[in-house]
Structures are given as structure tokens and as C-alpha cells.
């Protein structure tokens, strides 16, 4: 699943060296592994993550919603 996403993601025009790209695929790698977690437990994913990162989640939010700013001003809308 990892590798679907990064491949989505550059795909649409996600910038690789941007942060919130390497949370995005991990975060999709973590929601294979336990499919329990909805859409609504995006506070846990953000502190799973940023605990695996030794980051805040607030910066893990930060960087993610960075990430998809740039593919709608700047990336493949057509893909997205």
C-alpha cells in the first residue's frame, strides 16, 4: 500500500522532498495495518506519526496539509 501511495502522490505533483509526501505514505502504510482506524481518528494518526518521527502532531498536520496545497496550486489537478 506504501508504494501505491508514494506512486499516487507523485502521480498527482507531490514534490517528493516535501515532508507531509513521507507522512501521507505512511500514514496510508498505517491504516493498511489496522483498518480499524476511520476518518474521524485523524488525531491518532497524527500522533502515531509523530511519534515515529519525533515530531509534534500538529507539525505532522501541518506538513500534510502543506504536501496537498501545493498539488492544487501547483500539481496535476487531472490526477487528483
Known amino acids: 500500500m506504501k508504494n501505491?501511495?508514494?506512486?499516487?502522490?507523485i502521480e498527482m505533483g507531490m514534490p517528493a522532498?516535501?515532508?507531509g509526501f513521507?507522512?501521507?505514505a505512511e500514514a496510508m502504510a498505517l491504516?493498511?495495518?489496522?483498518?480499524?482506524?476511520k476518518p474521524g481518528k485523524t488525531g491518532e494518526v497524527y500522533r502515531r506519526l509523530s511519534e515515529?518521527?519525533?515530531?509534534?502532531p500538529s507539525r505532522v498536520e501541518r506538513a500534510?496539509?502543506?504536501a496537498f496545497a501545493i498539488v492544487l496550486?501547483?500539481?496535476?489537478?487531472?490526477?487528483v
Open 17 to 19: 522532498n516535501v515532508k
Open 64 to 66: 500534510i496539509r502543506h
Open 52 to 56: 515515529m518521527s519525533g515530531d509534534t
Open 4 to 9: 501505491k501511495a508514494i506512486n499516487a502522490l
Open 73 to 79: 496550486t501547483e500539481g496535476y489537478l487531472d490526477a
Open 31 to 37: 491504516l493498511e495495518e489496522d483498518p480499524s482506524w
Open 22 to 24: 513521507h507522512y501521507i
